[in-house]
C-alpha cells in the first residue's frame, strides 16, 4: 500500500517541519509587548492557527464526504469521513490545548467562556460524539448511514453554535488576516503561511495513511469472516 | 399525511393509556428542583437570575426521557422495521414520531411550568403570555433534531448516553437563545432583541426539521 506520493510527502514534510520550527522561533522578529512572558507566548499563533483551520478543513471535509457516500453508497467515502473526523478532533484537541497555555501568561487566565473558545469546544464535543457513535455501532450499511447523517447535521450545526454565542463581548484577538488593519508584518505573514501550508500537507499526509489503514483493516475483516464460513 | 396522524395518534394513546414519559418527566423535574436548591443554596435575588437556566436544565433533562422512550418503544417489538418497510416516506414516520414527542413535552411543560412558579415565587402578568411562543419555539427546536437523533442512537448499545452525547452540543443555540428568552419574559424586561432573537429559534427550527424530514429515509433504511 505504499504509494510513491506518501513517500515523496513525508520527504517534503521533514525538512518543512524543521524550517517552520526555525522560522518561528529564530527567525520572526519579537513583538513588541510590556509582558516579556507574552512576547514568547505569541508564538504559539502559528501553531494554534493552523491547527484551528485543519479541524475546519477536516470537518468540511467530513460533511463532503457524508454527502457523498449517501448519493453514490461506496464505502470509500465512509472511511474517508471517518479519517478526516478523526484528524479533526486531534487538531481541535490541539486547538484548546494550545489556546489556554497562551491564554495564561496574556490574560491572565486558562479559560474563559467566550464565543471561540466555547464554540471551538462544543465543536470538539460534536464530533467527538461522532466518533463515539460509530464506536458504539456495529460494523456495516447501517452504520455508515447513521454516521453520515450525523456527520452532515453536525457540519451545519457549526456556524449556528458559532453566531448563537456570537454576542457575548469577545475576548479573543480578532483574525489579523481578514482585518482591514492587518496588522501582521511581512516576516510574521511569511512565517504564518510558510507553518499554514506545512500543516495542510500534513492533513494530506495523515489523511492518506489513515484512509489506507482503515482499507486494510476492511480487507482483513473481510477475510476473516470468509474464514468463519469455511 | 395519513401515516405521520397514525402514528401520532398511536403514540398519544399510548401516552394517556400508560401516562409512563409523562409522569417520569414531570417527577425527574421536581428531584432536578429540589437538587438545585441543595447543591446552591442562594439568595432569593440570585434565585431569580437563574430560575431561567433552571427552567429549561428541568426540560432539556426530562425530555431526554420522551426522547429515548419515543424509539426505545419501536425497537422493543421489532416496530422498527415494520416502519421501515411501510410503503410510505421516510418523512412522513419523522412527521409522526416528531409531533408525537413535541406534544408530549409540551404538555409535561404545561403541567411542571405551575409548580415552578409556586417554587420560585415568580410574578405573573399578561406578559407572561410571551412564554408561549418561547417555549414552542425552543421545544420544537429540541425535538426536531432530538427526534432524528434518536432514531439514530436507538441502533446502539448504549443508547441513553449516546442520544445526550449526541444531541446536547447540537441543540445548545436553542437553549442559549432560550433562557435569554425565558430570562426576558420573567424578568419583565422584554428588550428590542426579543423578536430577533425569537426568529433565529424560529430560523433554527425550520433548519432542522426540514433537515431531518430529508435525511430521515437513510435512517431507516437497513
Known amino acids: 500500500m505504499r504509494s510513491k506520493i506518501d ?70 467515502y465512509e472511511l474517508i469521513s471517518v479519517a478526516s473526523a478523526e484528524i479533526g478532533v486531534l487538531f481541535i484537541s490541539l486547538v484548546l490545548i494550545t489556546g489556554p497555555i497562551w491564554a495564561k ?73 481578514a482585518s482591514s488593519e492587518g496588522s501582521l508584518a511581512a516576516p510574521m505573514f511569511f512565517a504564518f503561511m510558510f507553518s499554514l501550508a506545512t500543516f495542510t500537507l500534513l492533513y494530506v499526509y495523515l489523511i492518506r495513511k489513515r484512509y489506507q489503514l482503515l482499507k486494510l483493516e476492511d480487507m482483513l475483516n473481510k477475510q476473516f469472516k470468509e474464514m468463519e464460513i469455511l | 399525511m395519513r401515516a405521520a396522524i397514525a402514528i401520532v395518534k398511536k403514540d398519544l394513546r399510548m401516552e394517556f393509556r400508560s401516562k409512563e414519559s409523562i409522569l417520569a418527566m414531570w417527577i425527574f423535574s421536581l428531584l432536578i428542583f429540589v437538587i438545585f436548591n441543595f447543591t446552591f443554596e442562594v439568595s432569593r435575588l440570585v434565585m431569580l437570575e437563574i430560575a431561567p437556566g433552571l427552567l429549561w436544565v428541568a426540560f432539556v433533562f426530562s425530555g431526554m426521557f420522551g426522547l429515548n422512550h419515543s424509539f426505545a418503544l419501536e425497537k422493543e417489538n421489532g416496530n422498527l422495521r415494520a416502519m421501515a418497510l411501510m410503503p410510505v416516506d421516510g418523512g412522513q414516520i419523522y412527521v409522526g414520531k416528531f409531533l408525537s414527542v413535541t406534544l408530549i413535552m409540551l404538555m409535561f411543560e404545561a403541567l411542571i411550568f405551575p409548580v415552578f412558579i409556586i417554587f420560585y415565587d415568580l410574578q405573573l402578568s399578561l406578559q407572561t403570555f410571551k412564554l408561549i411562543p418561547v417555549l414552542l419555539g425552543g421545544t420544537i427546536g429540541f425535538t426536531s433534531l432530538g427526534t432524528i437523533l434518536s432514531a439514530v442512537a436507538v441502533h446502539t448499545r448504549n443508547q441513553q448516553i449516546l442520544l445526550s452525547l449526541l444531541l446536547w452540543p447540537l441543540v445548545s443555540p436553542i437553549i ?18 426579543f423578536y430577533p432573537l425569537l426568529t433565529r429559534v424560529v430560523a433554527f427550527d425550520v433548519i432542522f426539521f426540514t433537515l431531518s424530514y430529508m435525511l430521515f429515509d437513510f435512517i431507516l433504511e437497513d
Open chain 1, 105 to 177: 501568561p496574556v490574560w491572565g487566565i486558562w479559560w474563559t467562556w467566550d464565543v471561540r473558545l466555547t464554540s471551538s469546544l462544543i465543536l470538539w464535543l460534536i464530533y467527538v460524539a461522532f466518533l463515539m457513535l460509530r464506536r458504539y455501532l456495529p460494523d456495516g450499511s447501517k452504520r455508515a448511514n447513521l454516521s453520515a447523517v450525523v456527520g452532515i447535521i453536525g457540519f451545519i450545526d457549526v456556524p449556528i453554535v458559532y453566531y448563537s454565542i456570537r454576542w457575548w463581548e469577545t475576548q479573543h484577538p480578532k483574525a489579523v488576516m
Open chain 1, 7 to 76: 513517500k515523496f510527502l513525508l520527504i517534503v514534510l521533514f525538512p518543512a517541519f524543521l524550517t517552520c520550527m526555525y522560522l518561528i522561533f529564530q527567525w520572526v522578529p519579537q513583538i513588541k509587548a510590556s509582558n516579556p512572558a507574552e512576547q514568547i507566548a505569541q508564538r504559539i499563533f502559528y501553531f494554534h492557527v493552523p491547527s484551528a483551520w485543519l479541524g475546519f478543513l477536516a470537518f468540511f471535509v467530513v460533511f463532503c464526504a457524508s454527502v457523498a457516500y449517501l448519493a453514490t453508497r461506496n464505502r470509500r
Open chain 2, 176 to 193: 442559549i437563545w432560550s433562557v435569554t428568552l425565558t430570562g426576558m419574559v420573567l424578568g419583565g424586561e422584554i428588550t428590542a432583541s
